[in-house]
């Protein structure tokens, strides 16, 4: 009988054929559920990001509060604590010759970020200026960690919904910031630097003009931001939201721009909820990592919404099939 | 105003920075669902995959018949029909300078593969000589279609459970073959390659004997297969089923290792199924190209139980976060 490990820390992996990584992360099954396999909330306790509930996380590690408030009490209007769950835990250090290798401790950082005291499902039931609050604080937490030596590179982002993979109702982002740039970024990073010195300019650039110009898949455009529906959508409805000045990081965007951005995001997400009754969805914020040279990659934020489901033949071939052309898609949104 | 394609044909489409394709699909989204969103039954009409209700699918393409039986009426044990609502469509040629391009048509085949005339949800619910007649129908299909001169690819695939994206709950398969060799599926074959050329002998040969020798992650085996969990498991409970003889086609099976492989499948599902409760899963079956010389790849079957889910963070990075470790998953399923 083979010998079984105990250890339960989080692990990164990758396979030495095809250099795919993955996150082994036992403690997050523990995790509490406000929804059951079919999707009906199951929870009967309080929840854990409503105000007042502060000792039911984990201490805070950054916060916005009023001034007459203390940390881990009431009297906050965004809360970042780390992840009672985490597909990563924090450490001081990680050695050179441990990232090399494929397999090693799942170091990083997992945060929570509660978006709102009040208990609503979804950054259109929040105010613009909630919204814009948000956004300064992802703006802040990413520059924080990105002081982290052994960090490289972080996304974050949110899942909306059970369809889309939240175990908690409440309106919540979360941060990952891992030691290691995904290949799959890697390749976008490599595949943009060889666009520049092709054809000169920033690919991301030139495909907002051509987007722009030609007008098909624009859902709508808002004061610095476009959002449009990708030529090659992974899923339905899938929206991208690009700056239309060009910038790697989002943490560089101006305070002046934070609240046209939380706009944009807002008149996308009603779109997107009043055309196809309120799916669950994700949000990713692609940034450039933390201190790989990337002058060539534009930030973007991606809304996912969760109507149709990947199965066997995704899984199997990495190429989605998607149901709604993104010109029609982008039809669609337009119209509400 | 835009003008907007009224086109509703599939279609391929690569993006020209990552190289990244998805398959346009539209009619897909007008299929029949027995679940809803909440994955509860809806279906209140007749099942078109059951016997005695053939006319309600596209005439069958293939069937394994009793001899009295005539086409599209009762009497088969194995049929396989046109998907209705095809992610690809079939056609007699595709132009090589089509295929350059970063769009093309949804050129291809789309099968639907009903497992069995009677009722049943899982392989596990089927007789060892009806999986293996199945088998038997999946080899001689791939056989049929790779004469098709413009078909470079197939996977063979199961979405079993609404968890796993099934639409319908009889027992089928689905067969998808395409003009295109999946990217992530050429750089595994270059890579297999590199490896023969640096190590000798076929990497999955070599990670067979590893993990007999080691122990830890397999599962069972049992005439002449192997099922295992692998070191870098996307998700919880995954496990792969390799021939321990090397063939890079499934094809290529011997009629007498059929039936192993059937009872192989059913040992590992009747583990999940028992352990787990009955989860959702995808079953892949990973076969050489069509045409491409491929002879140090090793095909193989990989089972992914519904247990955990993709949300935002591996929609952004392509890592997967997966809650159970392969050691703890394989101990688990062998326990039963």
């Not at 509060?65 to 209007?77: C, F, M």
């Not at 997400?269 to 692609?286: C, D, F, M, Q, W």
């Not at 149709?308 to 010109?327: D, K, L, M, Q």
């Amino acid at each position: 009988m083979a010998t079984i490990s105990t250890e339960k820390k989080p692990e990164f992996r990758k396979d030495p054929l095809t250099g795919r990584w993955v996150i082994l992360a036992p403690g997050r099954s523990q995790r509490p559920q406000d929804y059951d396999t079919a999707v009906r909330r199951v929870r009967s306790g309080p929840c854990p990001f409503c105000e007042g509930n502060e000792s039911e996380t984990t201490p805070e590690v950054l916060a916005r509060r009023n001034p007459d408030s203390k940390p881990n009490g009431p009297g906050w209007r965004v809360r970042v604590v780390s992840n009672k769950y985490p597909a990563v835990h924090c450490r001081m250090s990680a050695s050179d010759s441990a990232l090399a290798a494929s397999c090693f401790p799942g170091l990083g950082v997992h945060d929570v970020i509660v978006d709102t005291p009040r208990h609503v499902v979804s950054l259109t039931d929040m105010t613009v200026s909630e919204v814009t609050e948000l956004l300064d604080v992802f703006r802040e937490r990413l520059g924080q960690l990105s002081n982290e030596p052994y960090l490289e590179y972080a996304l974050i982002f949110k899942n909306v919904g059970p369809t889309a993979g939240a175990s908690l109702e409440h309106s919540h982002s979360q941060l990952l910031a891992i030691p290691i740039v995904p290949p799959s970024f890697i390749s976008e990073l490599e595949a943009a630097r060889r666009w520049h010195e092709r054809e000169g300019g920033c690919y991301y650039c030139q495909l907002l003009s051509q987007e722009q110009a030609q007008g098909e898949r624009i859902v709508l455009r808002h004061s610095g931001f476009t959002a449009f529906c990708p030529f090659v959508s992974r899923f339905a409805y899938e929206t991208w939201i690009l700056p239309e000045a060009h910038e790697e990081r989002f943490e560089a965007t101006p305070q002046t721009l934070l609240s046209s951005l939380a706009e944009t995001i807002q008149k996308v997400l009603s779109a997107i909820e009043t055309r196809l009754g309120k799916p669950g969805y994700n949000v990713l914020l692609h940034t450039a990592p933390f201190r790989k040279q990337s002058p060539h990659f534009h930030w973007r934020l991606e809304i996912l919404p969760s109507v149709s489901r990947a199965a066997g033949f995704e899984w199997g071939t990495g190429i989605h099939i998607n149901p709604v052309f993104p010109e029609e898609a982008a039809q669609t949104l337009r119209a509400s």
